[in-house]
């Protein structure tokens, strides 16, 4: 659970001082969304790697190993120069990246009867790390007098202790591997409709995700909401998923089909974004619902990796493709979000974009939630929770 604040804490702290940064390093709209997308470009760039590390180390020394990069890529944005802070997001991503991918193996492995839970536990733990960093980086700037560099760096303090924990537990179990995936199988995954359709689905709710994360306080803003409410909303986006993110995992693990979790998230993240463009007025209401959607599919999202995969090794393989593919197409949300807001000077045609990828995230969903494991025909993939 420390480990998971650490992965999300990276990319929650920058975009409530990114128009500080854009106007401290001179960065067009353009160039801030390449920065925000960084880390989740790195988050499909790395995601291949995680499964044969593992495969040599052991799922919990590789998740150890991703937090050292972490650490090291926050401090290095502590410098403060466009290089460094674009160097460090890159380090830090990759870790991440790697993080990413080999929990759910982890859980796989250690917690297979009471998988539904733990995920809702990682997820919640991932959502509470980055609104940490979303709701405090501005306050905590304010109340220490520190510049956007040294609120930036500031997150490598929970990451440092998330690495001595974990290296605490694994010296005290002598650092045995309880999971050990192999990569023998991933090839065999791209040709499977079912690994396509969690990955897909993984994708278009990251891609939505982290769209709203990097531009959300900017949306607000043009609307004419001040920095320090913007801000505030960005945290609760963070924060009000947090719920969702622990009991839908819960609820999709007990259930025989995950299709009606699937609709009703995807239907209430419409709905959210619909509200962003036609009421801004109101936008601590769609705020809201649109993070418990969003906290809600991407704890469904990690669950349908471990619920379609028969053991550990084929839910690495699973979440390396899912991870590796969708965060690769999530990467494109804020870049895209960026070039669109510059081209049209508004932000409703960002907004329609990311309205419209509601409909194939819906229907990959519908797909990924079929009671069916990857890699092995029509066999039924239910888990006792």
Sequence with gaps: MLAAISLRT?????????????????????????????????????????????????????????????????LLRGVGAASALFAGTLLAGAGIAVGNVIVPAVLKGRFGTRVGLLTGLYTAALSGGAALAAGLTVPISQALDLDWPAALAVWAAPAVVALAVLAAALARTGGRARTEPGSSGAARLLGEALAWQVTV??????????????????????????????????????????????????AAARAATQRPLVTLMTAAMAAGLCGLLLAPEAAVVWVALLATAQGGAFGLALTLIVLRSPDPRRAAELSGMAQAIGYGLAAAGP???????????????????????????????????RDRFVAAGDTPARVTP
């Design 10 to 74: 990276p990319v929650g702290s920058l975009p409530p001082v990114v128009d500080e940064v854009s106007a401290d390093l001179d960065l067009s709209a353009a160039a801030a969304g390449l920065l925000t997308t960084a880390p989740v470009l790195c988050f499909g760039l790395f995601a291949p790697a995680a499964p044969l590390l593992a495969r040599r180390l052991g799922g919990e020394r590789v998740l150890l190993v991703a937090l050292v990069p972490i650490v090291l890529g926050l």
């Design 201 to 250: 689905f993984m994708g278009l709710q990251s891609l939505v995700f982290y769209a709203c994360l990097a531009w959300l306080p900017s949306i607000l803003r043009d609307d004419g909401y001040r920095a320090e409410s913007a801000g505030a909303l960005l945290a609760l986006y963070a924060v009000a998923g947090i719920p969702a993110s622990l009991l839908v995992p819960i």
């Design 335 to 369: 870049l895209t979000v960026g070039v669109l807001r510059d081209a049209t000077g508004t932000w409703t045609a960002p907004l329609v974009l990311l309205l419209a990828l509601t409909v194939p995230l819906l229907a990959a969903g519908l797909g990924a939630g």
